[in-house]
């Protein structure tokens, strides 16, 4: 179904139990990022802050559970929109011999065009009001988190037209604002933007840029979709929603936008200018994104509906609410990616701990040697998989949310030296473990059943055994050695040191294993002494977040040319000193101790249900200093 405002949607959540009104005073500044954290880490309903301190209440947490996000794309399973494109995708491109075959296909191609979004002539009702100066200060724009270099817009749809080829992009990207008329626009230098952008500035003319925010809840969603460049997003809005977008001009500049936004920000970007230093900024990796030089985004005109309602959303330590949309990408664009790049996948999940781009999980029917390998050159290679870290590939079947069983697989079937592979390429901007910016490394773990000439050299599987008294005693720089997954047939210990000198982690591992104080283990995870190891879901996120594969997977050497047959990995934070990083390394996002009280306190006054605890107090012990630097 399509909404007709953000309104509409709204309404729609409330009558369905899905939504919580607070009518008191909470403020953008900290207060609303503290409540929305404590409630999608809990499964909370969406939120609707009716006093911001504005003219406009703020809506946040809309997508955050299963079923509020397929209200939010017009359905009631999200399973069913894949299917839907695998029906239109055999309507086109099955084979049609007769002339009666061919007419048959009419009737979809005239749904296709009833799809394909249309420009309308006059006003719509995103430009009800037109502020009498472009201010954004009037609109509740959230602080999120302490560290934060300022406000951030956290949910805008970012219009931008290639100059060239005429080709409309809808991105989202985070915009720090400066002034009441100015905004940094952080958009990645592999995004479709930022391109258009670089095109702008070789011909030597200004970029008109429109932000919209709010509108039908699918906008916001395809703004985020991992769509091909050229194909216009609001195509995949209309086929969402089956009903075409309906799109009007700006007042101040020549894009289009749809006529039911909620608000809509014009103006341009004078690619000739110098960069403006924008962040840091609590992303959704669980790390602040430190500062960097962005284009200088100037409004001319704001406009907004007569009930506009200012969407938000907040990122940090996961889960949060982009997890949801994340989910939604995984489920409908699976068979796109079949259809396209790897036909033989079956499933594709990437688990939150990963946020998107560290960790990815495949399925696949496999019809020979080598085919898992291939899979994870093909996705590597395709759109923003690129950014993808860690890819693990299983056999057909295999359900790829049941990690335990996934670990199993893994150590009973792979061979550390044999079927883990790496590689180096391009690396998501937010990904602060890389030595380099935007470049670093991939690990592929191939975790298929093995073909003939896929056996041979494999070490044999040894009973496990750790002296865990022997290893801590010789080593008081370990704070924890947990085995626990060792009882459950996993071939992998965890480990917390202090690092205090130069390759510590490799020194450790090599002489556990010289002395021989482990056997039949296939893999040591190292992690920071202030990490609680037994916290797995804590340990993959932050392992995840802090290895550049080829430079912190390693296999100690037992002699010239050998290796021990145990992969480590050294999940510590990096520092110049100890490990020649010389990259700043951004501190774990929580929140002020002075927010966390205030709402404590204000609680049960703001009529949000049974008493959440702020999930910031459980990694306050990650925390090495105050601020965004760690």
């Given amino acids: 179904m399509a909404y007709k405002s953000l309104t509409d949607f709204i309404n729609r959540l409330e009558s369905s139990g899905e939504l919580i009104r607070i009518k008191d005073f909470v403020s953008p500044h900290l207060e609303i990022t ?8 809990n499964g909370g309903k969406a939120l609707l802050f009716e006093n911001t301190g504005t003219s406009f209440p703020l809506l946040i947490n809309a997508f955050a559970s299963d079923r509020r996000m397929s209200m939010a794309l017009g359905t009631d399973c999200l399973g069913d929109i894949p299917l839907r494109i695998g029906r239109a995708f055999a309507e086109v491109t099955g084979s049609r011999d007769t002339f009666l075959e061919k007419l048959k ?4 191609l005239k749904e ?16 009800d009001m037109v502020m009498g100066k472009a201010d954004l200060s009037k609109l509740p724009v959230l602080t999120c988190w302490p560290a934060d270099g300022g406000p951030f817009i956290t949910l805008p749809c970012v219009h931008t037209r290639d100059p060239e080829t005429g080709h409309r992009n809808l991105g989202m990207y985070r915009m720090q604002v400066f002034d009441p008329a100015l905004t940094g626009m952080h958009w990645h230098l592999h995004k479709g933007s930022a391109r258009h952008y670089d095109k702008y500035k070789k011909i030597g003319k200004g970029m008109p840029v429109t932000v919209t925010l709010g509108g039908d809840p699918v906008y916001t969603y395809v703004a985020t979709a991992p769509l091909p460049e050229n194909l216009d997003e609001y195509l995949l809005a209309g086929f969402l929603r089956r009903k075409q977008v309906r799109m009007v001009r700006c ?3 020549d894009l289009e936008v749809p006529s039911d936004v909620d608000f809509v920000i014009e103006g341009y970007i004078d690619p000739s200018e110098d960069l403006i230093f924008e962040g840091p900024f609590g992303d959704h990796t669980g790390f602040y994104s430190l500062p960097g030089h962005f284009p200088r985004f100037h409004v001319t005109c ?10 938000a959303t907040i990122v940090g330590i996961p889960p949060q609410e982009d997890g949801w949309i994340g989910k939604a990408t995984e489920t409908i664009f699976r068979l796109p990616i079949k259809l396209t790049v790897a036909p033989e996948i079956e499933n594709m999940h990437m688990p939150v701990e990963g946020v998107f781009h560290n960790i990815t999980f495949l399925s696949i029917d496999k019809k020979y040697p080598g085919q898992g ?4 050159s093909s996705l590597w290679g395709a759109g923003q998989m690129m950014f993808n870290k860690v890819m693990a590939v299983f056999d057909k079947g295999v359900d790829l949310q049941d990690y335990m069983q996934l670990a199993r697989i893994i150590s009973d079937r792979v061979d550390p030296i044999l079927d883990i592979h790496f590689l180096r390429g391009p690396s998501d901007i937010l990904d602060h473990s890389s030595s380099a910016y935007a470049y670093g490394s991939k690990m592929g773990i191939d975790a298929t059943g093995r073909f003939e000439g896929e056996k041979e050299g494999r070490a044999d599987v040894l009973e496990p055994d750790v002296k865990k008294d022997l290893i801590c005693q010789k080593w008081p720089e370990i704070n924890a050695l947990n085995t626990d997954l060792i009882t459950n047939g996993i071939s992998l210990i965890i480990i917390s040191i202090k690092k205090v000198k130069k390759h510590h982690v490799r020194e450790i591992a090599f002489d556990i294993l010289q002395n021989e ?12 002494e202030e990490v609680d190891i037994s916290r797995l879901s804590m340990v993959a996120w932050l392992v995840a977040n802090n290895i550049d594969p080829m430079r912190d997977c390693f296999f100690p ?3 010239p040319g050998i290796h021990f047959p145990v992969l480590c990995l050294d999940g510590t934070r990096k520092t110049s000193e100890l490990d020649n990083f010389e990259r700043e390394w951004p501190n774990v996002i929580v929140m002020d101790d002075a927010i966390i009280e205030r709402i404590d306190s204000r609680w049960d006054s703001l009529d949000l249900g049974p008493f959440i605890p702020s999930p910031s107090l459980s990694f306050k012990s990650l925390v090495n200093k105050e601020g965004a630097f760690s």
Wanted: hydrophobic share 40%; with cysteine; charged share 25%.
């Fill in 105 to 108: 296909i009419l009737p979809i």
């Fill in 251 to 253: 007042l101040t500049n």
């Fill in 517 to 528: 104080w482990i056997h039949g283990i296939k893999f040591m995870v190292f992690t920071d």
């Fill in 112 to 127: 296709f065009s009833s799809w394909m979004p249309k420009t309308v002539r006059g006003r719509g009702a995103c430009q």
């Fill in 557 to 559: 050497d037992s002699g």
């Fill in 302 to 311: 704001i406009t907004h509906r007569r009930d506009a309602v200012y969407p």
């Fill in 34 to 41: 503290e409540i929305a954290d404590r409630m999608v880490k």
């Fill in 373 to 376: 390998s291939k899979v994870m």
